[in-house]
T-cell receptor
Framework: GAVVSQHPSRVICKSGTSVKIECRSLDFQATTMFWYRQFPKQSLMLMATSNEGSKATYEQGVEKDKFLINHASLTLSTLTVTSAHPEDSSFYIC?????????????FGQGTRLTVV | QKEVEQDPGPLSVPEGAIVSLNCTYSNSAFQYFMWYRQYSRKGPELLMYTYSSGNKEDGRFTAQVDKSSKYISLFIRDSQPSDSATYLCAMRSGGYNKLIFGAGTRLAVHP
């Protein structure tokens, strides 16, 4: 079946540094991918919609200069957390709807646990 | 009022019990309804997917959608300890619109 691969699964970085998270659709093309953030024991909150070949669409309250999204190909979207701070520590998850059909299903990556120290 | 309401639990049941999980929603434009299972520190796994109203069964899982009442349910029969996880409902309107998630219900099935 369709698989979305997310890398890395876990990352620890120092405050002030930048971290890049990759999301790949392995056996299908995804013109759109979604990036979510999940705090402990809370639901997924959509951060932004990544669009292949164009700018990402950010949800209200999400800083686009802090969370840079690049969707350079039909199988890869990246989320870069710039100048990370401890409050950015969270579980980040991407998803990709299967293209070509409206009754699409969203497949999720394994998630990336970011810890900023 | 949230677009999707889901009781966060936790819900604790004995092995073999029938589990009922529910969500209500307010947006009548929602057409696609999903249930995800999420184990701790993992990405959500799609369990059931339903378009519009009706029932759908897959093994021990049954999903029901009642659009007139804006109410969806997931039933788990013969629950197993391995079913212990957080169950998230999600829904969206047509096209590639974003999913709106419920808060998730934590389920514990004890032997």
């Amino acid at each position: 079946g369709a698989v979305v691969s997310q890398h890395p699964s876990r990352v620890i970085c120092k405050s002030g540094t930048s971290v890049k998270i990759e999301c790949r659709s392995l056996d299908f093309q995804a013109t759109t991918m979604f990036w979510y953030r999940q705090f402990p024991k809370q639901s997924l909150m959509l951060m932004a919609t990544s669009n292949e070949g164009s700018k990402a669409t950010y949800e209200q309250g999400v800083e686009k200069d802090k969370f840079l999204i690049n969707h350079a190909s039909l199988t890869l979207s990246t989320l870069t957390v710039t100048s990370a701070h401890p409050e950015d520590s969270s579980f980040y998850i991407c998803s990709a709807p299967m293209g070509g059909r409206e009754d699409t299903e969203a497949f999720f990556g394994q998630g990336t646990r970011l810890t900023v120290v | 009022q949230k677009e999707v309401e889901q009781d966060p639990g936790p819900l604790s049941v004995p092995e073999g019990a029938i589990v009922s999980l529910n969500c209500t929603y307010s947006n009548s434009a929602f057409q696609y309804f999903m249930w995800y299972r999420q184990y701790s520190r993992k990405g959500p796994e799609l369990l059931m997917y339903t378009y519009s109203s009706g029932n759908k069964e897959d093994g021990r899982f049954t999903a029901q959608v009642d659009k007139s009442s804006k109410y969806i349910s997931l039933f788990i029969r013969d629950s197993q300890p391995s079913d212990s996880a957080t169950y998230l409902c999600a829904m969206r309107s047509g096209g590639y619109n974003k999913l709106i998630f419920g808060a998730g219900t934590r389920l514990a099935v004890h032997p």
